[in-house]
């Protein structure tokens, strides 16, 4: 499966990549990527849609089973986080 990108895309996902890279590099001290980190650098290049929620969002709602109720922040795939997604489980496409 091919995934065609746009050169913004293309951009975007070379930007995560980087921000992530260097997280972990850590000014030549490597080391672990907090979560949270990662979920910020996602909605910066438009992998991630961070939304608040008042409800959960369907039957099974991780984001209020770990805060509990009432506002929650909660994060959902942009389209290009599911191609994204999609080219990692299938070995980038062909």
Not at 15 to 23: E, I, K, S
Not at 50 to 63: D, M, N, Q, S, Y
Request: with cysteine.
């Amino acid at each position: 499966m091919s995934h065609p990108y746009t050169d913004a895309q293309v951009a975007a996902l070379a930007r995560f990549a980087g921000l992530v890279f260097a997280a972990h590099r850590n000014d030549g001290y490597p080391g672990d990527v907090d979560g949270s980190e990662i979920e910020r650098f996602a909605v910066e290049c438009g992998l991630l849609d961070k939304r608040e929620a008042l409800a959960p969002c369907g039957g099974i709602c991780v984001c209020h089973e770990f805060n509990g109720p009432g506002d929650v922040v909660c994060y959902f795939n942009t389209e290009l986080g599911k191609s994204a997604l999609d080219a990692a489980r299938d070995g980038g496409g062909s």
